[in-house]
């Protein structure tokens, strides 16, 4: 069965570095999403991206954060300068059409 | 403000007993989903739906658009539905995600 794949699994980094997580939607998709959720926390939407660009991006998605397809098959999620804050469970989904969602396994990333 | 509200927060129960998790929505929110994060953290989704009611095995999802509030019904509860239960509403590009409801099915 199709599945999103995120790598890396976990990504440790000092604070200020620079970070990219990686995903592969499933290959048929439209629809690409990151999302985050801090432990303990709730999920919370990042950016949606459709057609080469965002769609809609939420307040976290500051200027530290971007997203690109850069090969037709890649969606990643780079953060410029990482803040200890920025310490969560990052999740990649795609989407077919504007309906049910598939989630990858999602990259815990760890900022010292 | 676009908002979700789940409740309860958590559920114990017993194997066999039927369970219902309640979602309430804001205004702004066309669709709404229902998700499974397992322990390991990995997210499924499980419904989606705008209208009526939608039934997958043990689960069934309905929702009230009028009162703007969904419930996800599992029947016959096993251990392995143990589980966080997510609802999240649909609203333009962004899916505005509830606290979710923590699951427990003991045997």
């Known amino acids: 069965e199709p599945e999103v794949t995120q790598t890396p699994s976990h990504q440790v980094t000092q604070m200020g570095q620079e970070v990219i997580l990686r995903c592969v939607p499933i290959?048929?998709?439209?629809?690409f999403y990151w999302y985050r959720q801090i432990l303990g926390q709730k999920v919370e939407f990042l950016v949606s991206f459709y057609n080469n660009e965002i769609s809609e991006k939420s307040e976290i998605f500051d200027d530290q954060f971007s997203v690109e397809r850069p090969d037709g098959s890649n969606f990643t999620l780079k953060i410029r300068s990482t803040k200890l804050e920025d310490s969560a469970m990052y999740f990649c989904?795609?989407?077919?059409?504007?309906?049910?969602?598939?989630f990858g396994a999602g990259t815990r990333l760890s900022v010292l | 403000k676009n908002e979700v509200e789940q409740s309860p927060q958590n559920l114990t129960a017993q194997e066999g007993e039927f369970i219902t998790i309640n979602c309430s929505y804001s205004v702004g929110i066309s669709a709404l989903h229902w998700l499974q994060q397992h322990p390991g953290g990995g997210i499924v989704s499980l419904f989606m739906l705008s209208s009526g009611k939608k039934k997958h095995g043990r689960l069934i999802a309905t929702i009230n658009i009028q009162e703007k509030h969904s419930s996800l019904h599992i029947t016959a509860s096993h251990p392995r539905d143990s589980a966080v239960y997510i609802c999240?509403?649909?609203?333009?590009?962004?899916?505005?995600f509830g606290t979710g409801t923590r699951l427990q099915v003991f045997p």
């Open positions: 989904a795609s989407a077919i059409a504007k309906n049910i969602q598939y």
């Open positions: 999240a509403g649909d609203n333009t590009d962004k899916l505005i």
């Open positions: 290959s048929n998709h439209l629809y």
